[in-house]
């Protein structure tokens, strides 16, 4: 059996540093505040929103919804992110996605103060992200892969990682901070030839495919690592992931639950006490 390699050590070394950024803003009289919108009722955005309003608590960071019925409209969306970031009280601003189809996803990301763009929804921080730049936010899930990596002394240097989804919000920026750490990335797509193949040159295979128990033991050299970015609801209501669980040749395996999402939730807080620091 391969081992799991979880996310709950690195989560507590995350929130460890975050307490004591906390304490700093505190000092100086400063609360930060996360401000989520959301459009809709989508079951799977209500969880989101419920999660991070938990997690700001524990953090003791303000935090505030602002939710539009499913008929709003780009303008109305424009105006509602361009207030939030005119207002001072608000450290960081965080947009659910995908949005309705009617909706021009990119003018609202684009709204958004770049300083309060706490997962690196907007141009300047993607820019950012793809030229190295230190202080730019990355997407808190493709970061997350990275800390965990690291965290757990996992080589990245030299090695070569596979990354299969290639969105905005998790493959591109993901491939992006693993060549900042040296690897050799590739990435896979819907029109990749022979993904399987491909995906068996990796010494480190990253999974954001987002299709539920896609990758098996076809996809993976024995020996490789895997990271499981991916987050599904089974037939029996578990949470499963985009690799399935039944795999036996890889070394080691992020576990879903209790792999990236954890990392992401922390990273999500920092990026608000970053934001916040700003002010400064």
């Not at 005119?86 to 949005?99: C, F, H, K, N």
């Not at 300047?124 to 793809?130: F, H, K, L, S």
Request: proline fraction near 5%.
């Amino acid at each position: 059996m391969p081992e799991l390699i979880k996310g709950l050590e690195t989560v507590k070394a995350i929130r460890a540093a975050n307490a004591l950024r906390m304490q700093a803003l505190q000092a100086k009289g400063i609360t930060p505040c996360l401000a989520v919108v959301r459009v809709g009722e989508r079951a799977d955005d209500i969880a989101y929103e419920t999660g991070a309003a938990k997690n700001c608590k524990n953090a003791g960071v303000r935090f505030t919804a602002v939710v539009l019925p499913q008929t709003a409209d780009t303008q109305t969306l424009v105006q509602t992110v361009r207030t939030l970031s005119e207002d001072a009280s608000i450290s960081g601003i965080m947009v659910l996605r995908p949005l309705p189809k009617t909706v021009d996803e990119q003018r609202v990301m684009e709204a958004i103060d770049p300083d309060k763009d706490v997962d690196g929804a907007t141009r300047a921080n993607q820019a950012g992200v793809y030229a190295g730049v230190k202080d730019s936010f990355a997407p808190c899930t493709a970061e997350a892969v990275v800390r965990l990596l690291k965290y757990n002394g996992i080589a990245i240097a030299g090695r070569e990682a596979v990354v299969i989804g290639r969105s905005p919000v998790v493959g591109r920026p993901l491939a992006m901070l693993m060549l900042k750490e040296n690897a050799t990335v590739t990435v896979c797509h819907t029109k990749t030839a022979d993904l399987e193949a491909v995906c068996r040159r990796a010494d480190l295979l990253l999974v954001a495919a987002g299709q539920r128990a896609m990758v098996d033991d076809r996809f993976i050299r024995p020996g490789a690592g895997v990271v499981d970015v991916g987050i599904h609801v089974d037939e029996d209501g578990k949470l499963c992931g985009d690799v399935a669980k039944t795999v036996q040749q890889p070394a080691w395996v992020t576990p879903v639950p209790g792999g990236v999402g954890g990392v992401t939730s922390a990273l999500l807080i920092e990026h608000v006490l970053r934001a916040a620091e700003r002010k400064l």
